[in-house]
């Protein structure tokens, strides 16, 4: 099935706390259109197997991804555990890790 549709790319910003460690103070939101697809059956057992519960994945412009791990579709953060490129689109694949809940 492919669908048009919005996705969120979450694009962390990282501040050192006091004893100089890295951590995300915020997310730069930048909304972008994609088309939805479902993942095979294949894709969701490799998923498993990287610690994923696969939801499906979304194909976005090139241009449009800087190379962030999370996002929001649907009202729902995934990680972007994979990615594909595929002429002047990138694929995402978005799913959850395995045991946690979003």
Sequence with gaps: MHRQSYLTLLQENR????????ITESYSETLVPC???????????????RGFDAECRCEVFFLDYSGESL?????????IYRTY??????????????????
């Excluded at 088309?35 to 197997?49: H, N, W």
């Excluded at 990138?90 to 395995?98: D, N, S």
């Design 15 to 22: 501040e050192k706390d006091s004893i100089g460690q890295d």
């Design 35 to 49: 088309l939805y697809r479902s993942v095979s059956q294949t894709e969701q057992q490799e998923a498993y197997r």
């Design 71 to 79: 996002c929001e579709w649907q009202g729902k953060r995934y990680e």
């Design 85 to 102: 490129e595929v002429d002047d689109r990138i694929e995402l694949y978005l799913g959850t890790r395995i045991g946690e809940d979003r």
